[in-house]
């Protein structure tokens, strides 16, 4: 039996996404799988590519052969390097890059509403010192005024 690594079509009309299986080469494009080891979402920013390192290594090592798209997947998580014998290094950022990415908004975003309270506090300190000072000169003047009028 003629195995092959290749993607499975999942999604709708212009938003697919792909899980990376392997399969009989005779079954049809989005036929039934032997066993699903990785999946690829291209239209995600950044692209999103998970495969499973071990499972696509035992399938390279027995035979299977990946088709063109695949293989390029494989290039760019280092898998075919390490398949090859050469120093594989992974390209790719995972799902992990992205939640570190999204942590690192949220944290933006907090110190950002860090600062604008630390403002608003300033602002009120110094309205609070303008305030009493401004009613001491009040009362300066409130305590001046009836000696003038006598």
């Given at each position: 039996?003629?195995?092959?690594?290749?993607?499975?079509?999942?999604?709708?009309?212009?938003?697919?996404?792909?899980?990376?299986?392997?399969?009989?080469?005779?079954?049809?494009?989005?036929?039934?799988?032997?066993?699903?080891?990785?999946?690829?979402h291209p239209t995600e920013e950044p692209s999103v590519i998970e495969i499973d390192s071990?499972?696509?290594?035992?399938?390279?090592?027995?035979?299977?052969?990946?088709?063109?798209?695949?293989?390029?997947?494989?290039?760019?998580?280092?898998?075919?390097?390490?398949?090859?014998?050469?120093?594989?290094?992974?390209?790719?950022?995972?799902?992990?890059?992205?939640a570190d990415a999204a942590d690192a908004i949220k944290a933006h975003a907090d110190a950002?509403?860090?600062?604008?309270?630390?403002?608003?506090?300033?602002?009120?300190?110094?309205?609070?010192?303008?305030?009493?000072?401004?009613?001491?000169?009040?009362?300066?003047e409130a305590v001046e005024a009836p000696a003038e009028e006598n």
């Amino acid at each position: 039996m003629a195995v092959k690594i290749r993607l499975k079509r999942f999604g709708k009309k212009r938003a697919p996404f792909y899980r990376v299986v392997v399969m009989d080469s005779r079954t049809k494009r989005d036929g039934r799988a032997i066993e699903e080891i990785g999946k690829y979402h291209p239209t995600e920013e950044p692209s999103v590519i998970e495969i499973d390192s071990d499972r696509a290594q035992y399938w390279l090592s027995v035979g299977a052969q990946p088709s063109e798209q695949v293989t390029a997947l494989l290039k760019l998580t280092g898998d075919w390097a390490t398949f090859k014998g050469e120093k594989g290094v992974s390209t790719v950022k995972g799902a992990s890059a992205k939640a570190d990415a999204a942590d690192a908004i949220k944290a933006h975003a907090d110190a950002a509403e860090k600062a604008k309270a630390d403002a608003a506090a300033k602002k009120e300190a110094a309205k609070a010192e303008e305030a009493p000072a401004a009613d001491a000169e009040v009362a300066d003047e409130a305590v001046e005024a009836p000696a003038e009028e006598n």
